[in-house]
C-alpha cells in the first residue's frame, strides 16, 4: 500500500513525541550491532533520519516517492540512503546489513511475511531485526474499533492484524530464522482529540479510510462521533487518551 496521496500529512497526523522519539532511537542504537542498518517503509524518514544522526550508517526503502522526498528535505546531512523498493522483493544482497528494523509498516503489506523473510535475508547470520508493529492502544483502539465496525472488512488492516496478538510475527520471523530475544516498550504522549481524529478520518489521513466510498466514510464519521459522546461525553476537543505504548520487538538471527 502506497502513502502517496497521504505525504502532506502524514508527518502531521502521526508524529512522535521527542522523548518517546529518543528512548526509541536509544532502543535501536542498543540492540543493532555496529554497521549499516536497513529500515523498510521509511517513509518521512522520522525514525531513520535521527537514527542517521546519531553516526549510525541508515538505508531506508519505501514504495512512495512522495514520502521519499518529505525525507530528504529533512535530511539536510544526507545521511540516509534511500530508494525506491518493494519490501517484498529487497534489491539487497544476502547479509548486506548487521542489522533491520521497520515500524508501522508491516499492517500495510498484504503479503507481509514475505516482507519478513526478505527483512531477515538482508541481515547477516548473527544481526538483528527489530519489529514495531504499530496499531491503536488505549482508548484510540477503542475508537478504530468502532470505525471497522462502521466500515467493515476495508477499515482492518490489509497485513499483518495484531488483533489477536503476535504469535503470526513471532511465528513468520521464527521461520525466516530469527528468534525472538525480548520485547522493550516505550512510551508516546498523544497530544490529540477525538475532535480532531475524526476530522483526520474524514479527510482520509488513514490508510483504513481509503477503500471506503464517500458516501459511506461520512456516515461512519457521523456514527462514530454519535457514539464518542455518548462513550464518552459531548467535549470532543479535550485530550484524548494521551499515553501509548509501543513494543519493539527484538529478534536475533541465527548465526
Same mark, same amino acid.
Given at each position: ?28 542504537? *542498543?540492540?543493532? +550491532?555496529? /554497521?549499516?542498518?536497513?529500515?523498510? $517503509? ?5 525514525? !531513520?533520519?535521527?537514527? =542517521? %544522526? ?99 472488512? *476495508?477499515?482492518? +488492516?490489509? /497485513?499483518?492484524?495484531?488483533?489477536? $496478538? ?5 511465528? !513468520?520471523?521464527?521461520? =525466516? %530464522? ?78
Amino acid at each position: 500500500m502506497s502513502f502517496e496521496r497521504a505525504a502532506d500529512v502524514y508527518d502531521g497526523t502521526r508524529l512522535t513525541d521527542p522523548a518517546a522519539l529518543a528512548h526509541a532511537l536509544d532502543v535501536l542504537d *542498543g540492540v543493532l +550491532p555496529p /554497521g549499516p542498518a536497513l529500515e523498510i $517503509g521509511v517513509g518521512t524518514g522520522a525514525i !531513520a533520519v535521527p537514527l =542517521a %544522526g546519531r553516526g549510525r550508517r541508515v538505508v531506508g526503502v519505501d514504495v512512495s516517492e512522495a514520502m521519499l522526498e518529505r525525507l530528504r528535505g529533512k535530511d539536510g546531512a544526507g545521511g540516509v540512503a534511500v530508494a525506491i523498493a518493494d519490501a517484498t522483493r529487497l534489491p539487497i544482497a544476502d547479509g548486506a546489513f548487521a542489522g533491520a528494523y521497520c515500524r508501522w509498516v508491516l499492517h500495510l503489506i498484504a503479503p507481509w511475511r514475505d516482507a519478513v523473510y526478505e527483512l531477515c535475508r538482508s541481515v547477516a547470520p548473527g544481526g538483528v531485526v527489530v519489529v514495531e508493529p504499530g496499531g491503536y492502544s488505549g482508548g484510540w483502539r477503542e475508537v478504530w474499533l468502532r470505525f471497522v465496525e462502521e466500515l467493515g472488512p *476495508g477499515a482492518e +488492516p490489509v /497485513g499483518l492484524d495484531a488483533r489477536g $496478538g503476535y504469535i503470526d510475527l513471532d511465528e !513468520a520471523l521464527a521461520a =525466516a %530464522g530469527a528468534h525472538k530475544r525480548t520485547v522493550i516498550e516505550t512510551r508516546m504522549q498523544i497530544d490529540s482529540s477525538l475532535e480532531r481524529f475524526l476530522g483526520e478520518a474524514a479527510g482520509r489521513a488513514y490508510s483504513w479510510t481509503w477503500r471506503a466510498g464517500d458516501g459511506e466514510l461520512a456516515r461512519a464519521v457521523d456514527a462514530v462521533r454519535a457514539w464518542a459522546i455518548e462513550r464518552f461525553g459531548p467535549d470532543l476537543t479535550q485530550r484524548f487518551s494521551p499515553d501509548a505504548p509501543q513494543s519493539w520487538r527484538v529478534y536475533d538471527l541465527r548465526t
